[in-house]
């Protein structure tokens, strides 16, 4: 584990195996740093990795703002002392996406499905009503509600996963993170125009088969990342890195090669 201090006094914690070049791994929505584990032991073999556990999904911390996540990323990449390669998937992407263009601090991004808001909030009506259920002691109602009219799965599939979640000590106590995790991204706004500033490669990563509007918020990523390529993991979707974790480590590892040449 490697630990380091936020200037706020907090302690960042992140999961370190590996090594070689170094990985920063920033999970989704829901994610206490244990999602990531397959892929990163793909990644292991060849690589220093690190999985963040984002304050945000920390029971023993209050809620953030994004801007204290990104300041968290930072502290931590400065901590690793070498070159950092950065993978952020969902809301992790969103976050990945504002340390590049907070500072340039990384080597190169993948960027996995990314929620970021292109127009109306991500959330809006939907947060809402989510809260609400949430409020009343239905984590599966909210979560449900989430993964419908937010993810933008069939209703039948995100009631089961609502379900499913509640079911699970784990992640039904963090139902309210994510909620708030939707509503940092909303209170972001359209920040595309920030992203045009960013300078090192980035691959942006799809699932063939994820949500239509996951699909055309990367599209408006990369008109706006310079030069950022594109790689859609045929018959996967917002899951693939639990999955196909060996489909998305290679995505990762051809970028780390490009940016990396001591990965070789």
Known sequence: MLTATAPDGTQIRAHDTGAGPAVLILGPGL??????????????????????????YRL??????LADEVTDVLTLARAIGSPVL???????????????????AFTGAVI???????GPPLGGAALTLAREALAHGRPGRAMAIFLRDVVGLPALKARLAG??????????RLVPAQLDDLAAIDALGDR??????????VTLLSGEKSPAHLI???????????????????????GADLRAPGEVAAVIEALADRVSPSAN
């Open 60 to 65: 023993d911390l209050p809620p953030c703002a």
């Open 112 to 118: 996995f499905e990314a929620p970021v808001v292109t």
């Open 163 to 172: 379900l499913v979640i509640t079911l699970i000590p784990k992640y039904r």
């Open 216 to 238: 055309e918020r990367l599209t408006a990523v990369r008109a706006a990342v310079p030069g950022a390529t594109w790689v859609s993991l045929p018959g996967r979707d917002h």
């Open 192 to 201: 595309l125009g920030a992203y045009r500033a960013i300078g090192v490669p």
């Open 31 to 56: 994610d206490d740093g244990s999602r990531t584990k397959p892929l990163a032991d793909r990644l292991a073999a060849r690589h220093r990795v690190l999985r963040l556990q984002r304050r945000r």
């Open 86 to 104: 950065l993978y952020g998937h969902s809301s992790g992407g969103v976050l990945a996406l504002e340390c590049l263009a907070a500072a340039e």
